[in-house]
């Protein structure tokens, strides 16, 4: 059996935690913050974990976490 190739794009997206849930950063951060509350922009600044419905795939295309 050949091994399996990780999504590099996922990889550095996504991380594993302790307890062995992935754990991601949120969206709209990054440009167009002046109308954003600093309330807003500081709870983008917080990673989230993934929403279960995604972890099946997300774990096929990186084997090896």
Known sequence: M???????AAA???KMTG????VRH??????ILTKKTTKRKRNLRKPIV???TNVKTMKK?????
């Open 26 to 31: 949120k969206a709209y951060a990054s440009h």
């Open 19 to 22: 307890t062995g849930k992935l």
């Open 12 to 14: 550095k997206r996504f």
């Open 61 to 65: 295309i990186m084997p090896y976490l």
């Open 50 to 52: 993934t929403d279960s």
């Open 2 to 8: 050949p091994k399996v190739k990780t999504k590099r």
